[in-house]
């Protein structure tokens, strides 16, 4: 179907409409997309500034770990029997490896 000279002149004269339409549309994506973002930002430094409730509670976030089993300061050993079985498991947890080739002496002459 060919256009005809009636329809181009009714087609120039919207472009200049047709184009600030698109231009408002994609402008209005972007101030969408940026109030979005300034929105999560907002909510996200609100976050780490809070206080926030655990979401994992179990048996093992509830315990107080003592740093030293031998009952020396900075720990807290109460004496009791069950203390004992605990500082068993967990030496047999906490054992470290050390190479043995490697030493202890740094060469600092360079």
Do not use: C, R, Y
């Not at 029997?81 to 740094?106: A, H, I, Q, Y």
Request: aromatic share 2%; hydrophobic share 25%.
């Amino acid at each position: 179907m060919p256009i005809q000279p009636i329809d181009l002149q009714t087609l120039f004269a919207h472009i200049n409409q047709v184009g600030k339409e698109q231009a408002v549309l994609k402008e209005g994506l972007h101030a969408q997309q940026a109030a979005q973002a300034s929105e999560l930002i907002k909510e996200k430094m609100h976050q780490d500034k809070s206080i926030n409730e655990s979401k994992e509670v179990n048996e093992d976030n509830q315990k107080i770990k003592s740093e030293n089993e031998n009952g020396q300061p900075g720990g807290s050993n109460t004496g009791t029997g069950s203390d004992s079985e605990t500082t068993g498991e967990e030496k047999k947890k906490m054992k470290v490896f050390t190479d043995p080739d490697l030493g202890k002496n740094l060469d600092i002459s360079g």
